[in-house]
């Protein structure tokens, strides 16, 4: 398991965490997910084997944010 940081943009209320959230759940080999929106990132645990870094912002484009890797 790898963790990855994202920053992610446009990330402003509470529906956000939750639509973040699933579409990153909805993600095979996505086991964490940590969204802090006062800090607009998102902390993913996951096995990068299954779904690497770009699963996790492919998924995030297509909820319609825009997201970034940070060394975690
Ligand atoms: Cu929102």
Not at 3 to 22: A, F, K, N, Q, Y
Not at 46 to 61: E, K, Q
């Amino acid at each position: 398991m790898k963790e990855t940081l994202l920053h992610v943009e446009g990330m402003s209320c509470p529906s956000c965490i939750r639509h973040i959230d699933s579409a990153l759940r909805g993600i095979q080999g996505v086991e964490k997910v940590d969204v802090k929106l006062r800090e607009g990132t998102v902390l993913v645990t996951h096995d990068p084997s299954s779904a690497p870094t770009t699963a996790l912002i492919d998924a995030l484009r297509d909820a319609g944010y825009s997201s970034r890797p940070r060394a975690a």
